[in-house]
């Protein structure tokens, strides 16, 4: 009998025709042990960031022989959906960067509802109360020391070119209802301020959203706001923050001689940096996606397998790269060939 198409589609995600392919399929003798499979679930996967961190986890499960599932999960239905998906496919846990940290007392109880082992990367759970969940162990970068240091470089990128401080004003794109957003800009902005700049000439935009039409126009509106400024430093707390608001000013017919901008994550700004001509974007700290997303993997992995229970919280560092060195530090890393 031919089962129209539709009915196929039906069939199969109810599971009923699961068994007419087991029937041809060898069975794996009884002794063998179940390969361990964990998920790698990111709230924006078309961010080369989460790219590089699913390649560090792949690595980890080429190393030690395990099975990594890759979901892009961008709201909260579609991580309670890749929960489930998870359970259903044999997983034992899953590797997370929310959406929204604040999903992640629910996260964490449909974890527990359904046994899985639970590990978060980069944006940390919060409970109802505003706390950190210390409770499910965490890996991310040093957001303070990280946005210090992108503060102090664009301060001495500033003295360097001996742009005068009255004629300089700061753009500070931020995303403060993300906790390791606001301390790195916080941090930046700290260290700007302890290093001499004026507090007056420092300016927040906040953006809607975490991506460069986000910063973009948030951006813009400060841009507006301020036509007397002639020179530019910008931070914001990753490269796409920074990214975009190097293309506002572009908009508005400044350059590089005129605008220095140093990102956070070095994953996103490769094109960027590789541009046969230098734009705003003079740099970006760039921390090892490769390594977290080996690092929570490889966690997570043994503690499905001996029980070793992760570090509650370990924390990652940043290094500052420029056109002159990326090349040579990204290989390093293992991010570029
Ligand atoms: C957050 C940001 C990412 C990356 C990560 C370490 O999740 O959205 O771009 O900086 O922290």
Known sequence: MKIPAPLVLILLSAGLLAGCSKQTATPAPASAPAKIKIGFLVKQPEEPWFQFEWKGADAAAKQYGFEVVKLGVTDGEKVMTAIDSLVAGGAQGFVICTPDVRLGPAIAARAKLKGLKLITVDDQFVSADGKFMTEVPYLGMSASKIGAAQGEALYAEMQRRGWPVAETAVCAITFEELDTARERTDASIAALRAAGFPADRIFKAPQKTTDIPGSLDAANILLTQHPDVKRWL?????????????????????????????????????????????????????????????????MLYHWIKDGTVPPADTRTSGILITRENFEQVLRKEGIID
């Open 234 to 298: 910008v931070l914001g707390m990753n490269d796409n923050a920074v990214l975009g608001a190097i293309r506002a000013t572009e908009g508005r017919g400044f350059t590089a001689e005129n605008v220095i901008g140093i990102g956070i994550n070095g994953t996103d700004c490769i094109d960027e940096l590789r541009k046969a001509k230098p734009t705003g974007f003079h740099g970006s700290m760039l921390v090892s996606a490769p390594q977290e997303g080996f690092q929570t993997a490889e």
